[in-house]
């Protein structure tokens, strides 16, 4: 089954920069679209990047853009979140999702890495 694997999280200071990693395992990775989505404390799900297939087409909150950047390797079966200029409004949760490029119904989740920014 597919697997999703997050890592990369941590303690940060305002301004500074984390890459967080998401390796599926399980499928062929170049079948999955794939997005960073972040869950602060006592707030909704909220959806940070996404990246096609080939990675020809990228998508951000406005909240992010700018700073953060989103990628992929396909030959590692890996997504990758570049986070720069970290806010202490950063702070989540940063969970990634794969999306079966032939039913957005069929997708699964990893089970999330702790960002912390401090102020």
């Known amino acids: 089954q597919v697997q999703l694997v997050e890592s990369g999280g941590g303690l940060v200071q305002a301004g500074g920069s984390l890459r967080l990693s998401c390796v599926l395992s399980g499928a062929p990775f170049s079948d999955y679209s794939m997005a960073w989505y972040r869950q602060a404390p006592g707030k909704a799900s909220e959806f940070v990047a996404y990246?096609?297939?080939?990675?020809?087409?990228?998508n951000y909150a406005e909240s992010v853009k700018g700073r953060f950047t989103i990628s992929r390797d396909n030959a590692k079966n890996t997504a990758y979140l570049q986070m720069s200029s970290l806010k202490p409004e950063d702070t989540a949760i940063y969970l990634c999702?794969?999306?079966?490029?032939?039913?957005?119904?069929?997708?699964?989740w990893g089970q999330g890495t702790q960002v912390t920014v401090s102020s």
């Open positions: 999702k794969a999306t079966y490029y032939s039913s957005i119904n069929n997708y699964h």
């Open positions: 990246i096609s297939r080939t990675g020809e087409s990228t």
